[in-house]
């Protein structure tokens, strides 16, 4: 009996990719070895971030970085640390600002639920350009300029959400705001990979550039890394850490936290909510040096021969009631996917039938396009034989009760 039955959940089979509300990613046996260690000794918490720090920002090329609880919360903690700076009152006040120098600007095509994370500490977000592609209303995307535009006395910063086609470009953006005197936030989530984007950003000129520990890195689904200007990171220490201290005998990191900058310690700020464990940094960090050690094309090359074993099998069925085939991207260190398609059955019918009788649970975010996907990221040599025919069995089994 797995830890999940003995208090009455299932284990199930995610098919999903990185999706939160199936678990996310697998843990490999080193990040988890890495946490039951970790969770068998204490540590001063402000060290652990520190080292973290340093190692993060030789990766990235970042001169500091913090280990937050989930991308989302990076990105609150982002707005935090621009709003309050170093500021002891105005960490205290969030997420109040008292100056009303509260807003970032953000592209209508970026603006997504995520936005809640800005909002959470304080800030408000103003929207520029127009979504005329998607309403058929025109060719044009959001531009530079409109950025500039909407800039004013209340401006805090820019939000940038990095895709594989968002525009602007953000060369672009980054130069507006510097010419202004902003930061500029990057929500870079599920950017990786391909793994140059650990550096990208930061090199572009970015403050503060948001990733997810959970994702494609495969570390806790409740971790992420927030990395950017010294300053910034520091605000969310001082914001995120257990400051129940005497400023006398405090001695944070320097590379952490400089003490010789601020004149007073906080008290707890916006960011205990978020609290990282010693458990989940540790995890993270290993993950990290998997992720960039790894010989990740081989990964995918092994990833495509699962996804094959599966596709002959849907094959097999030999019906013309679904057709599945394999996408490979053009960037080598992206997983390949398998598609299911059919517009002669109900696959939200079929999506909900492999949840619930089957424990099988598939990406749906192309429902709307008649076809549902199957990511390769937790599917191994061990228990690709039982996915696929699970998979297969269901799908056959539903066909024939349309039948």
């Given at each position: 009996?797995?830890?999940?039955?003995?208090?009455g959940?299932?284990?199930?089979?995610?098919?999903?990719?990185?999706?939160?509300?199936?678990?996310?990613?697998?843990?490999?046996?080193?990040?988890?070895?890495?946490?039951?260690?970790?969770?068998?000794?204490?540590?001063?918490?402000?060290?652990?971030?520190?080292?973290?720090s340093?190692?993060?920002?030789?990766?990235?090329?970042?001169?500091?970085?913090?280990?937050?609880?989930?991308?989302?919360?990076?990105l609150?903690?982002?707005?935090?640390?621009?709003?309050?700076?170093?500021?002891?009152?105005?960490?205290?006040?969030?997420?109040t600002?008292?100056?009303?120098?509260?807003?970032?600007?953000?592209?209508?095509?970026?603006?997504?639920?995520?936005?809640h994370?800005?909002?959470?500490?304080?800030?408000?977000?103003v929207?520029?350009?127009?979504?005329?592609?998607?309403?058929?209303?025109?060719?044009?995307?959001?531009?530079?300029?409109?950025?500039?535009?909407?800039?004013?006395?209340?401006?805090?910063?820019?939000?940038y959400?990095?895709?594989?086609?968002?525009?602007?470009?953000?060369?672009?953006?980054?130069?507006?705001?510097?010419?202004?005197?902003?930061?500029?936030?990057?929500?870079?989530?599920?950017?990786?990979?391909?793994?140059?984007?650990?550096?990208?950003?930061?090199?572009?000129?970015?403050?503060?550039?948001?990733?997810?520990?959970?994702?494609?890195?495969?570390?806790?689904?409740?971790?992420?890394?927030?990395?950017?200007?010294k300053?910034?990171?520091?605000?969310?220490a001082?914001?995120?850490?257990?400051?129940?201290?005497?400023?006398?005998?405090?001695?944070?990191?320097?590379?952490?936290?400089?003490?010789?900058?601020?004149?007073?310690?906080?008290?707890?700020?916006?960011?205990?909510?978020?609290?990282?464990?010693?458990?989940?940094?540790?995890?993270?960090?290993?993950?990290?040096?998997i992720?960039?050690?790894k010989?990740?094309?081989?990964?995918?090359?092994?990833?495509r021969?699962?996804?094959?074993?599966?596709?002959n099998?849907?094959?097999?069925?030999?019906?013309?009631?679904?057709?599945?085939?394999?996408?490979?991207?053009?960037?080598?260190?992206?997983?390949?996917?398998?598609?299911?398609?059919?517009?002669?059955?109900?696959?939200?019918?079929?999506?909900?039938?492999?949840?619930?009788?089957?424990?099988?649970?598939?990406n749906?975010?192309?429902?709307?396009?008649?076809?549902?996907t199957?990511?390769?990221?937790?599917?191994t040599?061990?228990?690709?034989?039982?996915?696929?025919?699970?998979?297969?069995?269901?799908?056959?089994?539903?066909?024939?009760?349309?039948?």
């Open positions: 009996m797995s830890i999940y039955e003995e208090f959940a299932r284990n199930i089979y995610n098919l999903a990719g990185t999706s939160t509300r199936v678990g996310g990613p697998v843990l490999s046996k080193e990040v988890a070895d890495a946490m039951v260690q970790a969770s068998q000794h204490s540590v001063d918490m402000t060290e652990l971030q520190a080292s973290a340093d190692y993060i920002s030789k990766i990235t090329g970042s001169e500091a970085a913090y280990i937050t609880a989930g991308a989302s919360a990076g609150t903690m982002a707005a935090a640390a621009i709003l309050a700076g170093l500021d002891p009152s105005k960490m205290e006040e969030l997420p600002v008292r100056s009303n120098k509260n807003q970032f600007i953000i592209s209508r095509e970026h603006r997504s639920g995520y936005d994370a800005f909002r959470l500490a304080g800030a408000e977000t929207d520029v350009g127009m979504n005329e592609i998607l309403s058929g209303a025109g060719v044009r995307r959001t531009e530079a300029w409109e950025y500039e535009s909407a800039i004013n006395e209340r401006t805090a910063g820019i939000i959400v990095a895709t594989e086609n968002s525009e602007p470009s953000i060369e672009s953006v980054i130069n507006i705001a510097k010419k202004h005197n902003l930061p500029v936030v990057v929500d870079a989530a599920a950017q990786l990979p391909p793994r140059e984007n650990l550096r990208y950003f930061i090199e572009k000129g970015a403050d503060l550039v948001a990733y997810s520990g959970g994702k494609a890195i495969k570390g806790p689904q409740s971790s992420g890394i927030l990395c950017g200007k300053e910034y990171i520091s605000s969310v001082l914001q995120s850490l257990d400051m129940d201290e005497f400023f006398e005998i405090w001695n944070p990191p320097s590379n952490l936290i400089d003490k010789s900058k601020i004149n007073a310690i906080p008290r707890h700020g916006i960011g205990r909510g978020f609290k990282v464990a010693k458990e989940e940094i540790a995890g993270l960090l290993v993950a990290l040096r992720f960039i050690e010989d990740i094309e081989s990964e995918m090359k092994e990833s021969n699962l996804l094959n074993t599966i596709n099998e849907i094959n097999s069925i030999n019906s013309n009631m679904i057709t599945s085939n394999i996408h490979t991207p053009e960037n080598s260190e992206q997983y390949p996917t398998l598609t299911i398609h059919s517009d002669k059955i109900d696959l939200y019918k079929l999506s909900n039938k492999l949840k619930i009788d089957s424990g099988l649970f598939l749906e975010t192309g429902l709307n396009q008649k076809y549902l199957v990511h390769p990221m937790n599917i040599n061990e228990n690709i034989n039982e996915i696929s025919s699970v998979l297969t069995t269901s799908i056959k089994n539903f066909i024939n009760k349309k039948g």
